[in-house]
């Protein structure tokens, strides 16, 4: 083929002059053959005379107007690279930043556009002839790898002890050296730092929970192949593609009962959360040490994770015994992404490392560019202009300054990179959020505020590609309803513009505000008192476990003290988990629901009676439902009996609704959205009852259902209201 090749603000364009069968073939090889990193969206073609080219060339970018650089995300190592870094006489062999065109590291070292070398953090390291000979030749698979080095001109590794003094001898053995000894070692990683033990030790693992304050929540694993996660860990097929994808996510998995770890990795769990290698020095880490090490993220609880070498070195100190760090800077900090496999299909938790700055595709184009500033816990933010959504990576609860921090950098970060310059900005309803002040402040902008669930729901309707109607039913923690109470149980009619609200749990007060969260039990007084007005039935001893603060609590509610309404799903699943004894306080969000989604008994098809009362919007009585709970409690029904009867009622009760919704308004399509949907034997509950029912169902798979989703709806909504 003659002929050329070249970019554009749309994308990639060529010329290209041959046979028939030549050229058809080229048009199927861009789809069916494109490069690791590539995502082909779409292949157009036609035809145009001939000019006799024979020869082929690359040819310089056009840019006719406002141009858009795409940046890749971060790419687990290639097996190329890792076949080099395996051989001795190969003059990477065992070089820990050894990368190329189709993996290493990306967006976490990138500056600023256009994505070359000096506006990466790899600016400082000048390349050797060798590397630049690479670097140069269209035919290498270098060619243009801005990361491209070699042990020669490239980053260097080196162990620290505690004091910040490099410790003698090979980094690598040093520090497995340490891990055997039951050390905690700070590794930093592409987007930040992790902090690793032995994950069989568990006095090691003990220890490290003991200094991060992490009392109960699961640790992450890190495993040297899909062969030694299988050792610990059932793994179907979709799971393990999942696990080798490139972008090398957490993924939560079902232990096996020998699974060679320490308990206190995940405390009562019969899930792990495992990830292969994706750093040519994890590569290195875990083949010296050959067993399965924990990686979790290098900060205390609820801070943002440690990135910058001074930062860490300061943070963790009190946590870690010595440090395996590297001399190339990181610029963005990026955590490790979360997710698991759900009826053979894959859902994202955290989206982040891997996936991001990867856009969003939508069928519908920004009129202007937006920027969506995201809620105040599980915080993400996005920007969108033309079709494509920037779903930021996972920024984390805004409730410290350096996470706010991560916030705004972050903004002004992919505004940067993707020439963003917004227009309008989206905020939650929620005055006091820290991302709806940072929108308010914004000057010359249109502000466009947007509802907690609406945008829950739009952010499935925009992975999905669906305009609407739905029937958006969002299950969740707590949202501002913008009435005055909380909102969390929520069936609306809704599409890109707007929302009708119509459906949603009878509220109830949640006692002391946000101390419900942490102490599931007060939400079990506000159901119980809903549901029995103070006289509740012998046998049950939920009291007794609280003493003289029942009372207390329930009184201020009555009054109105610091015990604002709620509709919330996920109040009610707390406040379920205490009734049966799962768990009345917690020590991390959603913990208590977790808990009692485990202990279900798949045998169980059992439900509980739930009236719906009201008109026109429909309002879920969840007294009765406590009452049947209680009554089995009084009579000695087992708790996974009672959990599984809880989950059938709920997955039930949706479909009463959205049918309901269905036969008065005529939308056929539900949308299911909200943290609580994380919950698989609700999810997989509610969609085949919905689709036994004849519901077309929308999901969330490459969006978080969670609050990071949020971001993504509020885009789309403020979008879509300024056309």
Request: charged share 20%.
């Amino acid at each position: 083929l003659g002929g050329w090749v070249g970019n554009d603000t749309s994308g990639v364009f060529v010329e290209a002059e041959g046979t028939p069968a030549a050229l058809a073939a080229l048009v199927n090889a861009l789809s069916t053959e494109a490069p690791p990193l590539a995502r082909v969206e779409k292949v157009s073609s036609r035809p145009v005379p001939a000019t006799g080219e024979t020869a082929f060339a690359i040819v310089a970018s056009r840019s006719p107007g406002d141009r858009m650089v795409l940046i890749a995300p971060d790419a687990a190592t290639c097996a190329d690279c890792l076949r080099e870094m395996a051989d001795p006489t190969d003059r990477r062999f065992g070089y820990p930043f050894v990368n190329c065109t189709h993996c290493g590291p990306r967006f976490t070292i990138v500056r600023k556009t256009p994505y070359d070398r000096p506006f990466t953090t790899m600016a400082g390291f000048a390349m050797c002839p060798r590397c630049a000979a690479e670097y140069a030749d269209p035919g290498d698979r270098r060619f243009h790898a801005q990361p491209a080095c070699c042990p020669a001109c490239g980053p260097r590794l080196c162990l620290l002890d505690a004091q910040g003094r490099q410790c003698a001898g090979d980094p690598i053995a040093a520090a497995v050296s340490r891990l055997r000894a039951g050390a905690v070692l700070a590794v930093k990683g592409l987007g930040g730092y992790h902090l690793s033990v032995d994950a069989g030790e568990q006095h090691a693992v003990a220890t490290l929970r003991s200094r991060k304050h992490r009392e109960e929540r699961p640790f992450a694993l890190m495993v040297a192949d899909l062969q030694a996660a299988a050792a610990l860990v059932e793994v179907d097929p979709a799971e393990a593609a999942l696990l080798s994808d490139i972008a090398r996510p957490i993924v939560l998995l079902r232990r096996r009962p020998a699974a060679a770890v320490a308990d206190a990795v995940a405390p009562g769990s019969p899930f792990l959360g495992v990830m292969l290698p994706y750093t040519p020095l994890h590569h290195l880490l875990l083949a010296a040490h050959g067993g399965p090490l924990v990686m979790t993220s290098g900060n205390l609880s609820d801070e943002p994770i440690a990135f910058r070498d001074a930062d860490a070195a300061d943070r963790l100190a009190a946590i870690a015994d010595a440090f395996l760090v590297h001399d190339r800077p990181i610029h963005t900090r990026v955590d490790d992404s979360v997710a698991r496999v759900v009826s053979g299909r894959a859902q994202i938790l955290r989206r982040s490392r891997g996936y991001v700055p990867r856009p969003i595709p939508l069928p519908w184009a920004f009129p202007r560019h937006v920027l969506a500033c995201g809620p105040e816990l599980k915080n993400t933010f996005c920007v969108g202009r033309d079709n494509n959504a920037f779903l930021s990576h996972h920024i984390g609860d805004l409730e410290n300054f350096e996470t706010f921090s991560s916030l705004t950098t972050g903004i002004t970060h992919f505004c940067q990179l993707f020439d963003i310059r917004p227009e309008i900005v989206a905020h939650d309803l929620h005055p006091e959020y820290l991302s709806t002040k940072y929108a308010l402040e914004q000057p010359d902008v249109e502000l466009v505020g947007v509802q907690h669930h609406h945008a829950h729901v739009v952010s499935c309707l925009a992975e999905n590609a669906a305009d609407g109607p739905v029937i958006g039913v969002a299950f969740d923690g707590l949202g501002w309803g913008g009435d005055g109470t909380l909102w969390g149980g929520e069936f609306m009619i809704a599409d890109r513009v707007g929302f009708e609200r119509a459906a949603h749990l009878a509220p109830v007060p949640l006692p002391g505000g946000t101390m419900a969260v942490r102490q599931p039990w007060r939400m079990a007084a506000a159901h119980l008192e809903a549901a029995f007005a103070g006289d509740l039935p012998g046998g049950l001893d939920v009291v007794d476990r609280q003493g003289r603060r029942w009372t207390d609590v329930l009184g201020a509610a009555a009054a109105g003290v610091n015990s604002p309404l709620t509709s919330s799903v996920g109040r009610l699943f707390d406040a379920v988990a205490a009734v049966l004894d799962v768990r009345d306080v917690v020590s991390y969000e959603g913990q208590a629901a977790i808990e009692l989604e485990r202990l279900v008994d798949p045998a169980e098809t059992g439900d509980y009676p739930a009236s719906l009362t009201g008109a026109p919007v429909v309002q879920i009585d969840c007294g009765e439902i406590i009452r049947a709970i209680a009554a089995d409690v009084t009579r000695g029904v087992p708790v996974p009996v009672i959990a599984a009867r809880f989950h059938n009622t709920m997955a039930r009760v949706v479909v009463e609704v959205c049918t309901r919704i269905r036969d008065d308004r005529g939308v056929g399509t539900v949308a299911l959205s909200g943290g609580v949907f994380q919950n698989v034997v609700l999810l997989t509950g509610c969609v085949s009852r919905l689709g036994a029912a004849g519901f077309r169902v929308l999901t969330h798979s490459v969006v978080p259902c969670n609050d990071g989703g949020i971001s993504l709806g509020q885009a789309v909504i403020a979008g879509a209201r300024s056309v």
